[in-house]
Structure formats: C-alpha cells, structure tokens
C-alpha cells in the first residue's frame, strides 16, 4: 500500500519526524518533488540528521528513491551520502533518470534573479540552491537529466545548446561579467561536461540510476509499502499556493503521481496524511493574516521601527520550537494557526488523516488562538462592477483562502480563543496516549479535526520519535 506525507501550510511542519514515526513499516521512501532546498530534520537513537535531499528513510535503512520530479544537485546528494556513511550508516538512494540535474549556473542564477527581485521588494526567499532556474529550463525544454549524465555525447549535446543562453542571460540582460562571477568555471561547457560525465560514471558504477515509475510498480508487486514524501507545503505549491510567493512544484498530493511516474489512482488508494504545524511559521515574504510579530526583510511592511503585534511571544515561540530555517537557519516568521488556509489544503488534498506537531512549543501560555475565518479588508479592497462573480466581496466572511495572493494580502484574521494547557512530562504523554494530553490542549486538536473533518492519526509534543502521540498507523 501506499502512504503519502503532505505540508499542509508553508513548509516546515515536521514532515520529516512524521516519516520516521511511521517507516518502520514503509520498505521504500520516495521523494517526488523539490530539491536540496526542503530541509528535514530527523533524531534517530540521540542523534540528529539535517537532510535537504536524501528522503528520511535513508536514516533507519530504506531504500530511498528521488523521483522524476525532483531535481537533483549531485554534489549534494553525494555529500550527504558521505555524511551518513561516516555516521555509520549505509544510505541505499535511487535517483529517477528523468528527474532533472541542478547544474552550477543554475544556483548563480538563482542568486542574480533574487538581488533583482529585492530592489523591487518582489523577492520570494528563495534558498538560492537553483531550484526554481532548473525547474524553469526542465519547463522550457533545455534541461539535463539524470539519465543524460550517462550518455557522454549527450551530455556535451546538452550543455553545448544551454550555456550559451546562459552566458547571453547574464551578460546581455543582467550585465555581468562571466569572469567576475565566483565560480565562472560555471558557465564553461568544457568544465560542466568534465564534471558531469564523472558523476555520470558514479552514479552507474552504484547503480543508482532507476525508471522510478517501473522500479515502484516492480516494487509494490511484490508487497513492499511505499511511503512518498513531499517537500515544502501546499500553500507554496506552484499552483494552488500564494503565488509568486511559491516553490517550482508541486508538493501536494497529486504532484505524488507526476512526480513518480505512479497513477493518480494508485496515491489515492493509499493514506494521504496531512501534515500540521500546531501554530504557523514561514520563511521569506507573502501574506501571513495571524503573524504574531515580523521578521525584518521578509514581513511585508515590517521594518526595525515598526511595533509588531505580539513581538514578545512571536519571538518566544520561535525560540521554543527552534524555528529557523534547516536549509538557510533564517528566522522564520510566526504566526496563530490559519483554520482557512488548512480548508484549501484539506480540499487540494484529499487528507484521510492528520499529523500535528509541535503542541508542546504552545504549552504554558494562558491562551491560544486560532484564524478561523478571513474578513475581506474593505477599505483596502478596490471593487469593480466588472469583477467576476466568483471572487469575494468587500467584508465578506470567508472561511478558506481566495484565489489570488492579492486578496489574501488584504484579509484580516477572525479569531477564536482557546484556554491555555500547562507544560507537562511529555514524553510520558507519547508513552500514555492521546487521552493524556491535557484537556485543553485536546479541545484545540478536536478543534482543528472538526474543521477540516479528518481525524487525527498522530500529535508530536516532542523533536525525537518517541515524542510522539500515535492514534492510527496508516499501514
């Protein structure tokens, strides 16, 4: 059978914790989206695993698979592999043929476009890692894939038709000087195929290399469980997120079929587990109706001299729940759970269960609230008599997030309040079960199911494995 671990908010939600909780029972972890920009953090026997593009599974001995639809930076791949291997770990990764390579000039155009992006206040917060520029060539068909790293002439085919318009990019539009850049080796055909060949020749000497949809297929046919592993979170899926505020892909459920080569039927047989940050954290710029505080550069409109709302606690709960970024360590903005942003992802989705983590980080407060509905700011919001009917009106209550960012930008949050739960041993909870958490803090979890109608498979009250609630297990 088939498990598929979604973000249901911004990222950042735990999805990695979740993974481990339930891969015992899981033969094959697959990662269908993203790349070395999705930072998950694993605890394993004491031990903590930073990983941005091996899947979790590697860590207790599955067989992890990169999927079609990720891209690939090869020298990360390889460098967290030695990174596992010196823990004593012998990492079995796959890596689709179809899925796409990062190339070097791909994170240099990365960086340039963001520099760009910020004298206009338009940046994204990217992590500079080149996702979206290999996203961008895999969409305009000048891509390099993993299978053509095994195909020499191919390979210099490749490089010989794309670096050319990667040099005329840089030095005709954003007038640079390939020679000044840091690494200009970046943009030399002969150094790329050099390099790309050699990796090539790894990865076929370790076997590496998979047609992901029929290693899968094989492997679902012999009745292996297969657990797919998304990266980020909904509301910065390309499509259904606050774009452009977004990642390149898709890290919703149906991105689980395209991004493996598996039918969409074959994921929707399957357990589709949202994943649930307890209160709500985002890195970089966008829309955030219940932010707390503000993170200078990233909440729109914040800057040093500004009073946040609630600078005190965004700033506690952020400490609490280490929230900064695995990838970049910057600091993640905080903000009161968003009940209408979990209703679009319960609804792209298709959730049969949920996963919330981090309810400890709220213990000890008095109160906790919620955004559970949106109103329409009106003296913000310019109408228009030819404004299609099916986008909100002004002061309108809206109970899940409108279509564009723009009006997303000009909601203000209708909270609800919960009465606070003590800070208790909650290690003893995970041990006793769901009934031992306390009563209030089960209040607001009956809460948020209700909402979204979708009962709760697990609650992490902790960072390690056993710091977790498990209600229902998915296999």
Same mark, same amino acid.
């Given at each position: %059978?088939?498990?598929?671990?979604?973000?249901? =908010?911004?990222?950042?939600?735990?999805?990695?914790?979740?993974?481990?909780?339930?891969?015992?029972? !899981?033969?094959?972890?697959?990662?269908?989206? &993203? &790349?070395?920009?999705?930072?998950?953090?694993?605890?394993?026997?004491?031990? *903590?695993?930073?990983?941005?593009?091996?899947?979790?599974?590697?860590?207790?001995?599955?067989?992890?698979?990169?999927?079609?639809?990720?891209? $690939?930076?090869?020298?990360?791949?390889?460098?967290?592999?030695?990174?596992? =291997?010196?823990?004593?770990?012998?990492?079995?990764?796959?890596?689709?043929?179809?899925?796409?390579?990062?190339?070097?000039?791909?994170?240099?155009?990365?960086?340039?476009?963001?520099?760009?992006? /910020?004298? /206009?206040? =338009?940046?994204?917060?990217?992590?500079?890692?080149?996702?979206?520029?290999?996203?961008?060539?895999?969409? &305009?068909?000048?891509?390099?894939?993993?299978?053509?790293?095994?195909?020499?002439? $191919?390979?210099?085919?490749?490089?010989?038709?794309?670096?050319?318009?990667?040099?005329?990019?840089?030095?005709?539009?954003?007038?640079?000087?390939?020679?000044?850049?840091?690494?200009?080796?970046?943009?030399?055909?002969?150094?790329?195929?050099?390099?790309?060949?050699?990796?090539?020749?790894?990865?076929?000497?370790?076997?590496?290399?998979?047609?992901? /949809?029929?290693?899968?297929?094989? !492997? %679902?046919?012999?009745? =292996?469980? $297969?657990?797919? *592993?998304?990266?980020?979170?909904?509301?910065?899926?390309?499509?259904?997120?606050?774009?452009?505020?977004?990642?390149? /892909?898709?890290?919703?459920?149906?991105?689980?079929?395209?991004?493996?080569?598996?039918?969409?039927?074959?994921?929707?047989?399957? *357990?589709?587990?949202?994943?649930?940050?307890?209160?709500?954290?985002?890195?970089?710029?966008?829309?955030?109706?219940?932010?707390?505080?503000?993170?200078?550069?990233?909440?729109?409109?914040?800057?040093?001299?500004?009073?946040?709302?609630?600078?005190?606690?965004?700033?506690?709960?952020?400490?609490?729940?280490?929230?900064?970024?695995?990838?970049?360590?910057?600091?993640?903005?905080?903000? @009161?759970?968003?009940?209408?942003?979990?209703?679009?992802?319960?609804?792209?989705?298709?959730?049969?269960?949920?996963?919330?983590?981090?309810?400890?980080?709220?213990?000890?407060?008095?109160?906790?609230?919620?955004?559970?509905?949106?109103?329409?700011?009106?003296?913000?919001?310019?109408?228009?008599?030819?404004?299609?009917?099916?986008?909100?009106?002004?002061?309108?209550?809206?109970?899940? %997030?409108?279509?564009?960012?723009?009006? @997303? !930008?000009?909601?203000?949050?209708?909270?609800?309040?919960?009465?606070?739960?003590?800070?208790?041993? @909650?290690?003893?909870?995970?041990?006793? &079960?769901?009934?031992?958490?306390?009563?209030?803090?089960?209040?607001?979890?009956?809460?948020?199911?209700?909402?979204?109608?979708?009962?709760?498979? !697990?609650?992490?009250?902790?960072?390690?494995?056993?710091?977790?609630?498990?209600?229902?297990?998915?296999?």
């Amino acid at each position: %059978m088939t498990v598929t671990i979604v973000g249901s =908010q911004l990222g950042d939600e735990g999805k990695g914790g979740i993974v481990d909780v339930y891969g015992d029972a !899981a033969d094959v972890v697959v990662r269908y989206q &993203g &790349g070395d920009n999705a930072g998950h953090t694993v605890v394993f026997e004491g031990d *903590e695993y930073k990983l941005s593009l091996v899947p979790s599974g590697a860590v207790r001995g599955k067989v992890g698979v990169l999927g079609n639809g990720c891209v $690939v930076n090869p020298r990360t791949l390889f460098d967290e592999i030695a990174t596992l =291997q010196e823990k004593g770990l012998d990492p079995n990764v796959r890596v689709a043929e179809r899925a796409h390579v990062i190339l070097p000039f791909h994170r240099i155009l990365d960086g340039i476009e963001e520099d760009v992006k /910020s004298e /206009s206040d =338009q940046e994204v917060g990217t992590t500079g890692r080149g996702i979206g520029p290999t996203y961008e060539d895999k969409a &305009g068909r000048r891509g390099v894939r993993v299978g053509d790293l095994l195909d020499p002439d $191919v390979l210099r085919e490749r490089l010989e038709y794309v670096v050319p318009q990667k040099r005329a990019l840089i030095e005709d539009v954003y007038g640079l000087e390939i020679d000044d850049l840091d690494d200009p080796d970046a943009l030399d055909v002969d150094a790329l195929f050099e390099e790309f060949r050699e990796i090539g020749e790894r990865l076929e000497d370790r076997n590496m290399t998979v047609n992901a /949809s029929a290693f899968l297929t094989d !492997a %679902m046919s012999d009745g =292996q469980n $297969v657990m797919f *592993e998304g990266a980020q979170g909904t509301i910065i899926d390309i499509d259904h997120g606050n774009y452009p505020y977004v990642t390149s /892909s898709n890290p919703t459920a149906g991105g689980a079929a395209t991004g493996t080569g598996l039918s969409p039927g074959v994921i929707g047989d399957g *357990e589709i587990i949202g994943i649930v940050k307890a209160y709500l954290t985002r890195v970089g710029s966008g829309p955030l109706p219940t932010e707390l505080g503000g993170v200078v550069g990233d909440s729109p409109g914040y800057d040093e001299s500004t009073e946040g709302r609630n600078e005190e606690l965004a700033e506690d709960i952020r400490e609490e729940g280490g929230e900064y970024g695995t990838v970049t360590g910057r600091p993640r903005r905080v903000g @009161w759970l968003d009940m209408p942003m979990l209703r679009h992802s319960a609804r792209v989705n298709g959730f049969t269960g949920l996963a919330i983590n981090h309810l400890d980080v709220l213990a000890g407060l008095d109160e906790v609230k919620v955004g559970h509905s949106y109103t329409l700011d009106t003296d913000e919001h310019s109408s228009s008599s030819n404004r299609n009917d099916s986008r909100s009106d002004d002061g309108e209550e809206l109970f899940t %997030m409108p279509p564009t960012t723009e009006e @997303w !930008a000009k909601c203000e949050a209708n909270f609800r309040t919960f009465e606070g739960w003590d800070e208790v041993d @909650w290690a003893a909870v995970a041990e006793d &079960g769901y009934d031992a958490i306390p009563e209030n803090a089960r209040a607001y979890l009956d809460y948020i199911a209700d909402e979204v109608d979708t009962p709760i498979y !697990a609650v992490g009250v902790g960072p390690g494995r056993e710091e977790t609630v498990v209600v229902e297990d998915p296999f």
